[in-house]
């Protein structure tokens, strides 16, 4: 009797180890089921599930990354389920990243003094110009255009402020970040797609730059490695006269932006905070 009571107390361990071991299954499979969407029916006339990667293909707002699967992103995304996959990246970064945001702020800083102290060292002998000097105009031998040196000092500021971002942000995030990457919008339809730089080149090459026409080109946006679900954006500025603060530009009347600044397009296209550079003053709204 005793061997019995043993042997029927390991089968009874046994079958509560296989009860267990079917509980945990079936907590793993769950969520992958309810993130995978509605049952596709196969050829075969049998129910079967979409692969996560697939689901999110088809309501990317449902599943960030599950249970190992990167997801795919279709290149043009509707803006409800793109401001959705922003609100939980932005939630990572509150969350997990702050620091990691603060840092990358600190460096986008550093980089905006160094830019114009740079420039002005270079082409100026380190003398800043005084508010008449700025509104000069002149031919840029680069470009042969008129321009004022305040545009012409912007433009030098701007690459260097950027070269050094870049480096920056590929030590703090390397592939978490995109510079100068162009956008098309449409507002009727709510989309967001990316536009390459050969895409663009061949428009301008075949005389077709009016196509670029209200794309959109942040000098940085942050994001999970996705160019379309931006966590931050950033646009340097440059004024002149350093204690001047540059505002956000506002598209003029008959542009299909008119009467809006690039913070706001920026922010409803993209689904993220726009925030500005600026040297001596930082980071600003």
């Known amino acids: 009797m005793g061997v019995i009571r043993v042997m029927m107390g390991e089968e009874g361990g046994s079958r509560m ?13 769950l969520p992958l089921a309810a993130c995978a969407g509605t049952p596709e029916r196969t050829s075969t006339g049998r ?3 979409d692969s996560a990667s697939n689901s999110c293909r088809q309501r990317p707002e449902l599943c960030a990354r599950i249970a190992g699967e990167e997801t795919v992103v ?5 803006i409800q389920a793109m401001a959705s996959a922003t609100r939980t990246a932005a939630a990572a970064i509150r969350v997990l990243d702050s620091a ?12 905006a003094d160094q830019a114009r102290s740079s420039v002005l060292l270079e082409h100026r002998g380190g003398r800043a110009p005084t508010r008449n000097e700025c509104n000069e105009s002149r031919i840029d031998e680069a470009s042969n255009r008129r321009m004022t040196l305040a545009m012409q000092l912007g433009c030098l500021m701007h690459r260097v402020a950027l070269d050094c971002s870049e480096a920056a942000l590929e030590k703090i995030i390397p592939g978490g970040f995109s510079r100068e990457q162009r956008y098309r919008y449409d ?5 967001l797609a ?9 428009l301008l090459k075949s005389g077709c730059g009016n196509e670029l026409k209200g794309t959109l080109v942040p000098d ?10 931006a966590h931050a954006i950033y646009d340097f500025k440059f004024p002149c006269i350093a204690t001047n603060v540059t505002p956000w530009s506002e598209y003029p009347v008959g542009h299909e932006y008119e009467e809006l600044t690039q913070k706001a397009i920026y922010e409803e296209a993209l689904g993220a905070p726009a925030a500005r550079v600026l040297p001596r003053w930082g980071i600003l709204p």
């Open 100 to 111: 990691t945001q603060a840092l990358i702020e600190e460096r986008l800083k550093e980089c």
């Open 194 to 202: 990316m536009v390459s730089e050969e895409e663009a080149r061949g």
């Open 17 to 29: 180890e296989r009860s267990r071991r079917r509980r945990r299954m079936w907590a793993w499979a």
């Open 74 to 78: 279709p290149p043009v995304r509707p």
């Open 187 to 191: 507002r009727s339809r709510r989309a």
């Open 47 to 49: 129910y079967e599930f």
């Open 220 to 229: 940085l946006v942050i994001h999970n490695g996705d160019p379309l679900s």
